[in-house]
């Protein structure tokens, strides 16, 4: 019977099921994180403190965004700016990862939460983080970084990075 | 009691001394209270919490130093929280408009690609602060940034032109900011004026010939038009941003300009 339960249960998409934790500091798509031993366990840094971003351009990245959400085949709805921010691992894993919303005044908005999962599923697509970056005098480490996405009327129109 | 009543005069008297001898309104005031506060914030560095307390406490003291508010909002424009860069930088804007609309022209405009409202608040510095410059370039060059972005090509190549008479200005004998030449030549070829945009992309490319991104759009431009030097240019894009030349604005290393380009696509050519 448990079998049967579980083969219902497995066939459902998975981001449907996500839930964002609220925090007192923030909200978040995902909380966990596991130490990689590889990196250096140490408070971690900003890109630019690495001096990198993900390297392709605003215009790849828009292009490569947009086929993933035609992908999905969905419609959605609102005007603003989502912002995924995160911390990249000396491995180029992408861990706890922050949401921030606003509309097109940078005033607090909440976004379809379909739109939001989508998002967090395509970040997790991109495999280009520069790994094993140094700063001052330590090696593998870890470093924080965002990419924000501008939304008009439902659809991502651009690419903040 | 009557040392609680002591007390309690002193207490009154230094506030108010306090309060009389700090005049807020006063612009040198508050450029000597910034001056001070702002060399311990940037002991801190911008990441620390220190660095807010302290303006917070500068504000505490004087809440209309518009510059205290441009200051809390950095580390959030570096880190994408734009709910609070903006809120932060609209105070700077509503306190010291003449200032820092611009700032937050330029926020918008390379930022967070907001170019109507990159537009409306660069048209409205010109008018407080006519022929001025920020971060560089002018308020026109920005204009024709948005205008670009926004696929309006006519009105950018018009603020473009605008740009460059500005600089321009006195004898006319003046450098032209070589990015300016580099858009130019990318809204020409945007455009699908090949031959304006070698003309742009080559003139930059005499200021600053390790310029990645020009040889990448000059090579872009003959790769269009069937010619083969291109591929000295793709190469020259290639060797340029593998020693380390880049775009050369202030800012790039938070922040992707428009049409900014990387080794990837150097490499997809």
């Given at each position: 019977m448990k079998f049967v339960l579980l083969l219902f249960f497995l066939p459902l998409p998975v981001s449907g099921w996500c839930q964002n934790y609220i925090l007192p500091y923030g909200e978040y798509m995902d909380t966990t994180m596991q130490i990689n031993p590889k990196c250096h366990q140490v408070y971690p840094v900003f890109y630019y403190q690495v001096k990198?971003?993900?390297?392709?351009?605003?215009?790849?990245?828009?292009?490569?965004?947009?086929?993933?959400?035609?992908?999905?085949g969905s419609k959605y709805a609102g005007t603003g700016y989502i912002t995924l921010r995160f911390l990249v691992d000396c491995e180029g894993i992408i861990h706890k990862i922050r949401v921030l919303q606003t509309d097109d005044n940078y005033q607090s908005y909440r976004f379809d939460k379909k739109?939001?999962?989508?998002?967090?599923?395509?970040?997790?697509?991109l495999d280009r983080w520069e790994k094993g970056l140094s700063a001052y005098q330590l090696e593998n480490v870890n470093y924080i970084a965002y990419l924000s996405f501008k939304i008009k009327n439902g659809e991502v129109v651009n690419v903040i990075h | 009691m009557a040392?609680?009543?002591?007390?309690f005069i002193s207490l009154s008297l230094v506030v108010s001394v306090q309060a009389q001898s700090v005049d807020c309104s006063s612009k040198a005031v508050q450029d000597s209270l910034f001056e001070i506060y702002s060399k311990k914030a940037r002991a801190y560095g911008f990441l620390h919490p220190g660095w807010d307390q302290t303006y917070d406490s500068l504000l505490a003291i004087c809440p209309n130093i518009a510059e205290a508010y441009q200051?809390?909002?950095?580390?959030?424009?570096?880190?994408?929280?734009?709910?609070?860069?903006?809120?932060?930088?609209?105070?700077?804007?509503?306190?010291?408009?003449?200032?820092?609309?611009?700032?937050r022209g330029y926020l918008n405009c390379i930022y967070t690609k907001n170019y109507e409202k990159a537009i409306t608040d660069f048209e409205a510095a010109e008018k407080l602060t006519p022929?001025?410059?920020?971060?560089?370039h002018s308020f026109s060059f920005y204009i024709?940034?948005?205008?670009?972005?926004?696929?309006?090509?006519?009105?950018?190549?018009?603020?473009?032109?605008?740009?460059?008479?500005?600089?321009?200005?006195?004898?006319?004998?003046?450098?032209?900011?070589?990015?300016?030449?580099?858009?130019f030549?990318?809204?020409?070829?945007l455009m699908n004026e090949f031959d304006m945009a070698q003309k742009y992309l080559r003139d930059c490319l005499v200021l600053y010939p390790q310029q990645p991104m020009a040889n990448y759009y000059m090579a872009m431009t003959l790769k269009v038009l069937g010619n083969n030097q291109k591929d000295i240019y793709f190469e020259k894009a290639k060797q340029y941003m593998l020693e380390g030349y880049r775009l050369n604005e202030p800012n790039s290393l938070y922040v992707n300009y428009p049409r900014q380009i990387t080794m990837f696509e150097i490499e997809q050519r």
């Open positions: 990198t971003k993900y390297p392709v351009s605003t215009m790849t990245l828009l292009a490569d965004v947009k086929t993933f959400m035609q992908m999905r739109l939001v999962n989508d998002l967090n599923d395509y970040i997790h697509t | 040392k609680l009543l002591t007390l200051e809390k909002g950095i580390p959030h424009v570096a880190n994408g929280n734009y709910e609070k860069a903006y809120e932060y930088n609209n105070k700077a804007v509503e306190l010291d408009p003449h200032r820092w609309t611009p700032y022929n001025a410059f920020i971060l560089d024709a940034l948005s205008y670009m972005e926004s696929g309006q090509y006519d009105k950018a190549e018009t603020y473009f032109l605008k740009d460059i008479a500005q600089q321009k200005r006195g004898e006319g004998k003046n450098d032209i900011h070589f990015n300016s030449l580099l858009y030549g990318i809204l020409y070829y």
